[in-house]
């Protein structure tokens, strides 16, 4: 069965430090790979996806993910995070065959001024 | 394009009402899902559907019912509401192209059952 899991369900950093919000799925098929933020009060909105080719993409607002298909990951990073980046993020793996899109737990992150 | 458009913003429901919640776009997506928001639990899928009148079922089903009977409009029926189903509830809309997709979201229907 399909599955995501995010390993850091609560994050506190400071102003500046740099973020690491780990993802790994599991899936024997095709995979389009996604990280969604959800700012307080507001709905999902996409931050990055990869599909195919380099590895490494980069999304708005400086994060980026690394796709490690030998370790069906895609950690997502920002090397300064901002108060403003305080949100929850998830983790979405859709299959290209049938369109699901599976999330994972979701990942709180908390950045003090 | 209004995108995915969903109605109402917020619900209260005693239990064993019914009621349904409606999601539309306007983006001329065929694929539609609905999934349903707890705390600690992420985003789960409920319901989807690859086009007018094709639906399937998703994670966690029971307790809702789907139809679609044009391209543009996919409502979540609950026919029997339950405090279980105290949730967030979003719609989604899906492009695909050349074996890529991007899922667009709605706002959310914040349903309370009491």
């Known amino acids: 069965a399909q599955s995501v899991s995010q390993h850091n369900h609560h994050v506190i950093l400071s102003e500046a430090a740099s973020l690491e919000l780990g993802c790994n799925y599991s899936y024997g098929g095709t995979v389009n790979l996604f990280w969604y933020v959800q700012y307080p009060g507001q709905h999902l909105q996409l931050l990055l996806k990869y599909f195919s080719g380099d590895p490494l993409v980069k999304g708005i607002k400086g994060f980026e993910a690394e796709f490690i298909k030998s370790k069906f990951s895609f950690n997502l990073r920002k090397p300064s995070v901002q108060w403003s980046d305080t949100a929850e993020y998830f983790c979405a793996v859709g299959s290209s065959n049938t369109g699901k899109l599976i999330f994972g737990q979701g990942t709180t992150l908390q950045v003090k001024p | ?114």
């Open chain 2, 1 to 114: 394009n209004a995108g995915v458009t969903q109605t109402p913003k917020f619900q209260v429901l005693k239990t064993g009402q019914s009621m349904t919640l409606q999601c539309a776009q306007d983006m001329n997506h065929e694929y539609m899902s609905w999934y349903r928001q707890d705390p600690g639990m992420g985003l789960r899928l409920i319901h989807y559907s690859v086009g007018a009148g094709i639906t399937d079922q998703g994670e966690v089903p029971n307790g809702y019912n789907v139809s679609r009977s044009t391209t543009e409009d996919f409502p979540l029926r609950l026919l029997s509401a339950a405090p279980s189903q105290t949730s967030v509830y979003f719609c989604a809309s899906r492009m695909y192209a050349g074996g890529r997709e991007t899922q667009y979201f709605g706002p959310g229907t914040r349903l309370l059952v009491l």
